[in-house]
């Protein structure tokens, strides 16, 4: 699931884990361990000037909506369709929708994914189309007074592992700054995809972003960072505060020592490093495809592939949502990887770690090419 960037029980993460297991691993007040990594990852991302540790990416975008709520005084979050953001209910409203439900294009249903959502969430959230800068621009100026803040990945992973276009994220930023709205990134697996995250690909910076997985070298974590004014939410010298925010085991050293080991190791030259091993990845799975004269396309950049049983790679979720026959193909073809030792999860996605080279990428391809004609 893209916590593991340098594979399982890497050495420096070990060490660190054991240097700190006898120093204890839970503490009620603040750690070195934590303040180092923070001032790690705010030297590493321009964004970023405060940060605060969680436990999960849920927690993270969780905090980051409150945030944007108690920065502005407004309630409502605006977020694109068929995007996944973890489980908080206004997060997760519309990741599961389906042509039954979704509604016209330039309105799109707020359609909730557990059964009992309380309706009055969904009316909190404002769904837009990925990038489809006209129709999403028209539909948050149809709530310009109650927007807290537009949450955003730039490479969603459920939507179909295309990119943010940068005219349709800058249109975004441009709307929330003009409007008094937050712009919120969740760079929970994105963070992988440059040394700096996938902002640093675009010209406009948000005012927060969350982080996860990766970043706690293989144990639970989340972070939300961003303007020091609008961090300022959760100062608890501040009487009453704005924002209460604390976690039993949130910042815990464990995870932080093991965070700025595996963070450390994942420099620039091993992203880039990386980066390009994968590109090489999703252009054999590519030459595959062709070889094997099937239905399908290749999405994905960075370190992260994804598999699409349709002849064109798509560019938003309604095109990439999968008919009943191509999930089928897609469930088939799955099979037939882990038939040849490879998972991947259920939408076709995989992710590289640093471990891995040429070996890995060509047994990746040539299963891949057995999978298709197994088709
Ligand atoms: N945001 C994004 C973009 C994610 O991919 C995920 C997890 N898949 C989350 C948030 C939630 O993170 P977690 O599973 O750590 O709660």
Redesign the pocket.
């Known amino acids: 699931?893209g916590s593991q960037i340098h594979g399982h029980a890497p050495q420096m993460v070990m060490e660190a884990v054991i240097h700190q297991l006898g120093r204890g691993t839970a503490f009620a007040i603040g750690t070195e361990a934590e303040v180092q990594f923070a001032e790690y990852m705010c030297g590493r991302i321009a964004s970023v000037e405060r940060l605060r540790f969680v436990n999960?990416?849920?927690?993270a975008?969780m905090c980051a909506i409150k945030a944007a709520r108690a920065f502005t005084g407004r309630s409502k979050i605006a977020k694109a369709e068929g995007a996944?953001?973890?489980?908080y209910d206004y997060a997760e409203v519309s990741q599961t929708a389906s042509p039954s439900n979704w509604g016209p294009a330039d309105q799109p249903n707020s359609v909730p994914v557990a059964q009992g959502t309380p309706l009055s969430a969904l009316s909190e959230v404002v769904i837009i189309p990925f990038n489809d800068t006209p129709r999403a621009l028209e539909i948050l100026d149809r709530h310009v007074d109650s927007i807290a803040g537009i949450l955003i990945?730039l490479l969603?992973?459920r939507i179909g592992l295309m990119p943010a276009e940068p005219a349709f994220v800058d249109a975004l930023g441009a709307w929330a700054q003009k409007n008094g709205a937050l712009l919120v990134f969740?760079e929970?697996?994105t963070f992988r995809t440059t040394y700096q995250g996938a902002q640093r690909r675009y010209s406009v910076l948000p005012d927060l972003t969350?982080l996860?997985?990766m970043i706690g070298g293989g144990f639970p974590v989340?972070a939300i960072g961003g303007r020091a004014e609008v961090m300022k939410v959760f100062d608890p010298s501040d009487k009453p505060t704005r924002l209460p925010h604390s976690g039993t085991f949130s910042a815990n050293p464990v995870t932080m020592v093991a965070g700025l080991a595996a963070m450390q190791q994942f420099d620039a030259s091993a992203v880039d490093k990386l980066n390009t091993l994968s590109e090489r990845a999703r252009l054999q799975l590519r030459e595959a495809i062709k070889i094997a004269n099937v239905e399908a396309s290749i999405t994905g950049a960075g370190s992260m592939f994804r598999i699409h049983m349709k002849a064109e790679p798509p560019t938003n979720y309604r095109s990439a949502f999968a008919s009943g026959q191509e999930r089928e193909r897609l469930e088939r073809l799955l099979k037939n990887f882990e038939t040849k030792g490879i998972l991947l999860i259920g939408t076709g996605t995989g992710m590289l770690s640093t471990p891995m080279g040429a070996t890995e990428v060509d047994r990746l391809s040539s299963a891949m090419l057995e999978a298709l004609r197994q088709l």
Do not use: A
């Open positions: 699931m999960s990416g849920t927690e975008v996944y953001h973890g489980l990945d969603p992973h969740d929970v697996i969350t996860g997985k989340g």
